[in-house]
């Protein structure tokens, strides 16, 4: 059994005002990302192979589906959930000042460790 103190994890810093910490096994990986600095328009989408589901663990921020006409953008709140399938479309809009996502992805998503 491994245990991991949030002070101790290593910080990435993907893009301005974005700050991400992982656990991972050899099969599964826990993110917890921390966005500052909103609210501000959402990130350009991304996808990845990796199927991600995602607990708001402070909101509110638009999580966005797709694109085009088959685009959704829902709102969420602290406490809710997202899923994202194996590579969609997806990105999230920060609608308060700050917001926190504990993001899960099986598999591990390799480029993260690089």
Known sequence: ?????????PVARPSKGVERRQAYTDHIMMTIVDFSGG???PDPPHKHPHEQI??????PINFILGEGDAQT???LETG?????????LHTVELLGKTARLIDCFY????????
Do not use: N
Request: net charge positive; aromatic share 14%; no cysteine.
């Open 1 to 9: 059994m491994a245990t991991y103190k949030f002070s101790e994890l």
């Open 39 to 41: 609210p501000r328009p």
């Open 54 to 59: 995602s607990y708001v663990a402070k909101g």
């Open 73 to 75: 953008v829902t709102r």
């Open 80 to 88: 809710d959930i997202f899923a994202v399938p194996s590579d969609a």
């Open 107 to 114: 598999p591990i998503r390799e480029d993260f460790l690089k």
